[in-house]
């Protein structure tokens, strides 16, 4: 089943060398990609206030898998995400999980932005049909830097990388899951994009494409480092894909293009108003 093929991938790109700090899952790994399955394959997810657990609560078997991945192979992990429901409410979900080596949850983050598109013929997918928008933003620290979360849809928002790059994060993580019609539009400009304003590293992690699913998966985990150059990609096949965040590379990248200082806040104030 998927645990099982989950806790594969993350043993072995846990055994490649030299070893990687952090590891990445996509979107939406342990159901069909389908507004009709979320409910079905929802579980349980702890809550986590000031990147720690909030003791008491409950977890479904895919978090309980996560934790050992994340403890077995003694790694960062980012769990990709899965359909979460909520106590009290039965709300679902769209809910990613961050784990330190020693499998304790460091961050919870829930998609903010519901992809609710149509492009007629194409792809139409409406996953406020049943499920609910999360209401905060997410980053965790780490020994080798502050790395902000979003899911999939949420590239599509400047403003939560923006936030990111500008409260320390090092990298903006997606676990996504495009699809072939706006995959080859836009999955490789959106990371290049997010990356290039902000002078930091993106990555996005999408699940392989199935040939018998209803959702055709796009395919290509991605890494885009700061200065907006691909440095790893996948193919729509199941692989794992392999980037070093240097944070001496994004800090001369700043000094040689000091946008990140230059910005007239005085002059644009703030964008929502
Ligand atoms: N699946 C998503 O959330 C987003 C997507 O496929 C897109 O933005 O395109």
């Given at each position: 089943?998927?645990?099982?093929?989950?806790r594969k991938?993350?043993?072995?790109?846990?055994?490649?060398v030299?070893?990687?700090?952090?590891?990445?899952?996509?979107e939406?790994w342990?159901?069909p990609?389908?507004?009709?399955a979320f409910?079905e394959?929802?579980e349980?997810?702890?809550?986590v206030?000031?990147?720690?657990?909030?003791?008491?609560?409950?977890?479904?078997?895919?978090?309980?898998?996560?934790r050992e991945?994340?403890?077995?192979?003694?790694?960062w992990?980012?769990?990709?995400?899965?359909?979460?429901?909520?106590?009290?409410?039965?709300?679902?979900?769209?809910t990613?999980?961050?784990?330190?080596?020693?499998?304790k949850?460091v961050?919870?983050?829930?998609?903010?932005?519901?992809?609710?598109?149509?492009i007629p013929?194409?792809?139409?997918?409406?996953?406020?049909?049943?499920l609910?928008?999360?209401t905060?933003?997410t980053s965790?620290?780490?020994?080798?830097?502050?790395?902000?979360?979003g899911i999939?849809y949420?590239?599509r928002?400047?403003?939560?990388?923006?936030?990111a790059?500008?409260?320390?994060?090092?990298?903006?993580?997606?676990?996504?899951?495009?699809?072939?019609?706006?995959?080859?539009?836009?999955?490789?400009?959106?990371?290049?994009?997010?990356?290039?304003?902000?002078?930091?590293y993106?990555a996005m992690?999408?699940p392989?494409?199935?040939p018998?699913?209803?959702?055709?998966?796009?395919?290509?985990?991605?890494?885009?480092?700061?200065?907006?150059?691909?440095?790893?990609?996948?193919d729509?096949?199941?692989?794992?894909?392999?980037?070093?965040?240097d944070?001496?590379?994004?800090?001369?990248?700043?000094?040689?293009l000091?946008?990140?200082?230059?910005?007239?806040?005085?002059?644009y104030?703030d964008?929502s108003?």
């Amino acid at each position: 089943n998927n645990i099982a093929v989950a806790r594969k991938a993350v043993a072995a790109a846990a055994a490649s060398v030299p070893k990687p700090d952090l590891i990445v899952l996509p979107e939406v790994w342990n159901s069909p990609y389908a507004v009709t399955a979320f409910r079905e394959y929802s579980e349980r997810v702890p809550a986590v206030k000031d990147g720690a657990e909030v003791a008491g609560t409950t977890e479904g078997e895919s978090i309980t898998a996560l934790r050992e991945m994340a403890r077995d192979a003694g790694v960062w992990l980012i769990g990709g995400s899965i359909p979460e429901i909520e106590d009290g409410t039965e709300n679902i979900y769209n809910t990613l999980t961050a784990y330190n080596p020693e499998g304790k949850i460091v961050a919870k983050h829930r998609k903010v932005h519901l992809f609710d598109i149509d492009i007629p013929g194409r792809q139409t997918f409406k996953e406020s049909e049943t499920l609910s928008a999360g209401t905060w933003l997410t980053s965790f620290e780490a020994p080798f830097g502050k790395i902000g979360v979003g899911i999939c849809y949420d590239v599509r928002f400047p403003e939560m990388a923006m936030i990111a790059a500008r409260q320390g994060c090092v990298a903006m993580i997606y676990p996504a899951a495009f699809n072939t019609t706006t995959g080859p539009m836009h999955w490789t400009l959106l990371q290049r994009s997010r990356a290039n304003d902000n002078q930091i590293y993106v990555a996005m992690c999408s699940p392989a494409r199935h040939p018998g699913a209803a959702y055709q998966a796009y395919g290509h985990s991605s890494v885009v480092n700061p200065l907006g150059d691909v440095v790893a990609e996948a193919d729509e096949t199941e692989a794992i894909v392999y980037a070093d965040i240097d944070t001496d590379m994004l800090a001369t990248t700043r000094r040689n293009l000091p946008v990140t200082i230059q910005r007239r806040f005085d002059v644009y104030d703030d964008v929502s108003k």
